[in-house]
């Protein structure tokens, strides 16, 4: 059980030299080729990239009160060890939360590797975020992946399935405004609220670099109406774990 008291008392006074919130970039490999991506520019590069040795010996660092780590990419399910970094964090680190962002493309991977965390760590609350930016079609063309979409779906429904038996694992979808998608935003939110119910739809900016730098070029407003759309929502369905 987290102890929030003590999570709080951490933030407030900033005692402790270990952050509480942790975003590791675990790979820059990438199947994919999102446009509106910011890393764009060191994907599919090995350089830096920490091994399964190193990570266990950094998560060793940690006074076993890390509260939420969010792995990413690249695609971090091209990790064959993937299960096992978070495995470490929960059990070296004393993470509670570890989330996990995809494309869902790897569907028998992810699911595999899901099972075999949530089997290892019971007390754990696993999270995959699974990426959405267009719908049918529109989402293969975004990430330059042919069958995406019903890759995506596929994972989705795989991962239903493994939340009745485990409580402690939470679906979400994360969508990134950007130029390509922002006239779709509320399309692509129907979809996910009438077909995907067992998820938890969240939305994000686009930042950085961008390989299409037209794509920054945004209305915000329209991001504020289906973010306060998803928010209400919430209020009558939240899943998370």
């Not at 470490?88 to 494309?103: C, D, E, L, M, R």
Request: charged content about 25%; proline content about 2%; glycine content about 4%.
């Amino acid at each position: 059980m987290v102890n929030y008291l003590k999570l709080a008392g951490r933030i407030i006074n900033k005692k402790g030299n270990n952050p509480v919130y942790l975003i590791h970039f675990i790979t820059s490999k990438c199947n994919a080729k999102c446009s509106f991506c910011f890393y764009w520019k060191n994907l599919n590069q090995s350089k830096n990239e920490l091994t399964f040795e190193e990570i266990d010996k950094f998560t060793r660092s940690f006074d076993n009160d890390l509260f939420h780590v969010i792995l990413t990419g690249g695609e971090p399910y091209l990790r064959k060890d993937i299960a096992d970094i978070k495995i470490a964090y929960h059990k070296n680190a004393g993470a509670k939360n570890i989330a996990a962002v995809t494309t869902g493309f790897f569907t028998k991977k992810i699911l595999d590797d899901t099972k075999k965390v949530l089997d290892s760590c019971p007390k754990l609350s696993v999270s995959i975020n699974l990426s959405i930016n267009g719908l049918y079609e529109d989402t293969n063309k975004v990430t330059e992946l042919k069958n995406n979409f019903n890759k995506f779906l596929e994972t989705y429904n795989g991962l239903v399935e493994l939340k009745k038996t485990y409580k402690n694992l939470g679906i979400y979808t994360i969508t990134t405004h950007s130029g390509a998608n922002q006239e779709k935003l509320n399309e692509n939110y129907e979809f996910i609220k009438n077909n995907m119910p067992e998820a938890v739809p969240q939305m994000n900016l686009v930042r950085g670099n961008t390989k299409n730098i037209k794509l920054k070029d945004i209305d915000i407003s329209k991001y504020y109406e289906v973010s306060d759309m998803m928010k209400e929502d919430r209020k009558f369905n939240d899943h998370s774990p």
